[in-house]
């Protein structure tokens, strides 16, 4: 819906306020009459409704004009193995562990994670080795009281699996037992979670409760004792490969 603007002008300003005041009296003396039962009467409209414009006159600016669309470029995580890219991002390529947290994926209520892994050959990475890959989603709780220890919730955790060479022989052909190095996956994030309540002090209602995914935020309130929670989201991806002395975990 396009955004709507109301032209100021002194003029539908001063209609406005005299057809504020005028309301008011009427209002006042038709409550002070208790004889009368039904709505006094209100004379017809004589001056034309103020005119609106889609587009904002000079000393007016637009705020919202229907909704915002998402952002058309891709996110890139690069390690020397592995190479995650998530489309409808603002444009931006990190690289290593280290990355900017005001650069970092962005997902609204309910929204699809959508992305593409990328396996590199080299670098001690061989495709004929891979025996699983997945992806790890996750969202975490933690909460820190100074000086009285930390605790963590994990209220979201949920496993994609990409490549997995065990199984079955009769799902998959000899031409595909090797990992792919191009994987896709796609994951909706749900709109709830299910928390167990607190044994201590017992809740009024026992069970389960089934609460908001909440947004990813960081609080840190100060004084004795200080407190300090975060909530945060992660994707991780996980790479098990074979190799001669036994297995190795790749992530990223």
């Known amino acids: 819906m ?49 005119v609106y414009n889609s587009r904002p006159a000079p000393n007016e ?11 058309e470029g891709v996110y890139t995580k690069r390690s020397k193995q592995i190479v995650v890219a998530l489309p409808n991002q603002e444009e931006t390529v990190e690289v290593g562990e280290n990355d900017d947290p005001r650069k970092r994926p962005k997902y609204g209520k309910g929204a699809t994670i959508q992305g593409v892994v990328e396996l590199k050959e ?15 989603i996750q969202g975490k709780l933690k909460l820190e009281i100074a000086e009285g220890g930390q605790t963590t919730q994990v209220f979201l955790d949920h496993d994609i ?42 809740p009024p209602n026992p069970g389960p409760v089934e609460r908001q995914l909440p947004p990813t935020y960081t609080v ?6 200080g407190v300090r929670a975060e909530v945060k ?20």
């Open 2 to 50: 396009p955004a709507q603007h109301r032209s100021a002008h002194p003029a539908g300003q001063a209609r406005a306020t005299h057809r504020q005041q005028r309301s008011f009296s009427q209002s006042s003396s038709a409550s002070s009459s208790s004889s009368s039962s039904s709505p006094p009467d209100y004379p017809p409209e004589t001056q034309p409704p103020p």
């Open 61 to 71: 600016d637009t705020l919202l004009a229907g909704a915002v669309p998402p952002p």
């Open 122 to 136: 080299g670098s001690g990475l061989k495709l004929a080795e891979v025996l699983k890959v997945s992806v790890q």
């Open 161 to 202: 699996s990409l490549h997995d060479a065990s199984a079955p022989s009769t799902s998959r052909t000899a031409a595909t037992s090797t990992c792919p190095s191009m994987l896709p996956f796609s994951y909706t994030l749900p709109l709830t979670f299910t928390e167990d309540p607190p044994p201590i002090p017992p």
């Open 220 to 225: 840190h309130y100060e004084g004795i004792p």
């Open 233 to 252: 989201y992660s994707i991780k991806i996980l790479v098990e490969r074979k190799r001669f002395l036994g297995l190795k975990k790749v992530q990223t």
